[in-house]
């Protein structure tokens, strides 16, 4: 990849894990390194325009790594939404992007509101059903505030992401309730029998719905691959199939912005304020507690799993670089 590229998507996959999103960050780079040596994904893809009617735009990935596709997107949708005040841009022949509250964080650091949704492999059944053929289907949704931090919504229709399972298998810990199905469709807490069944849908019926609506969002309007056309568990996804959309709103088109922005600190204040349950010391708004976490990660360092920090030793040697001084620079503490 180029040099700007490379730290366009380093920049995306560093945020993940700055805001805890541990299961879309530094534990996928050595299988972005495997998919860029072997071919899969294109090293020099180049996202472009391929049409723009008004507000609607159609952004074709070309094969690259799916945050520089979506970066590239909501970069359309940003400027085409100072003009305008709407933005809608389809993103597809595009790849895994991440965790998608970056890119809406990075709206909201713009004075934009912004939706980006994505398909995602099928791991979950129309409800009732037992064929993995919908996705959890990630959306994130960012809000600027005035003095306080943006809102940030990042979240799927899928009650875990399935690498938080195998992470749960790895440990050798039971799952909690609620997350997931056997093959038969049975709820079960044994993370290895979920593995080879279904993971389970926030709002039973209700997010099995959302996730097909916004599966179709991602992937009909740019020609991407929806549910099970994208691969499957044994094979993996398609190349280049993934699709994304962004949609754009400058809020000054709408209302003045101060005002606007004021207005969500007062939502966040009496967020804050009201009454909490016993176990409960303080109320957070969507987003918070990950700026938090991403303040003291800035400051402290990222924690990196065991299993993590060897996949990138492996990756690194698989490219050539010298890792010999990079674990002698690691300050490590046990189990990090």
């Not at 520089?68 to 949708?77: E, F, N, T």
């Not at 918070?288 to 003291?296: C, D, G, I, S, V």
Request: hydrophobic share 45%; aromatic share 6%.
């Amino acid at each position: 990849m180029s040099p700007e590229d490379a730290a366009r998507a380093t920049e995306a996959i560093l945020a993940a894990d700055l805001r805890g999103a541990y299961t879309h960050g530094l534990g996928h780079v050595a299988w972005y390194v495997g998919m860029l040596m072997t071919g899969g994904v294109n090293p020099a893809g180049k996202p472009r325009v391929l049409k723009a009617g008004g507000s609607a735009i159609v952004v074709d990935g070309d094969n690259s790594l799916g945050h520089l596709a979506v970066s590239y997107g909501l970069d359309c949708a940003l400027a085409q939404a100072a003009v305008t005040g709407v933005a809608a841009v389809a993103v597809g022949g595009s790849n895994h992007c991440g965790a998608l509250g970056y890119y809406a964080a990075r709206a909201a650091s713009q004075d934009m509101i912004a939706l980006v949704a994505t398909n995602a492999m099928p791991t979950m059944a129309p409800w009732g059903g037992l064929d993995r053929i919908v996705g959890i289907n990630p959306i994130a949704i960012g809000i600027p505030a005035r003095k306080l931090p943006p809102i940030v919504i990042d979240t799927s229709f899928g009650a875990v992401a399935r690498a938080k399972i195998v992470a749960y298998a790895n440990e050798g810990q039971l799952l909690p309730e609620g997350w997931a199905f056997d093959a038969s469709g049975n709820p079960t807490t044994d993370p290895r029998t979920a593995l080879e069944g279904l993971i389970a849908p926030i709002g039973d019926f209700k997010g099995v719905g959302l996730a097909i609506a916004f599966g179709i969002l991602s992937t009909l309007l740019s020609g991407g691959a929806y549910g099970s056309q994208l691969g499957d568990l044994a094979s993996g996804a398609k190349p280049g199939r993934d699709g994304q959309f962004v949609l754009a709103l400058n809020i000054a088109f709408f209302e003045d912005l101060d005002k606007f922005k004021s207005r969500v600190d007062e939502i966040v204040d009496e967020i804050h304020h009201s009454r909490p349950a016993d176990s409960v010391s303080h109320l957070f708004v969507p987003g918070e507690q990950a700026h938090e976490r991403e303040l003291r990660y800035r400051r402290e360092g990222i924690p990196v799993s065991d299993s993590t920090w060897r996949s990138l030793l492996d990756a690194a040697k698989r490219v050539g670089i010298e890792t010999e001084s990079l674990e002698r620079a690691a300050v490590r503490s046990e189990g990090t």
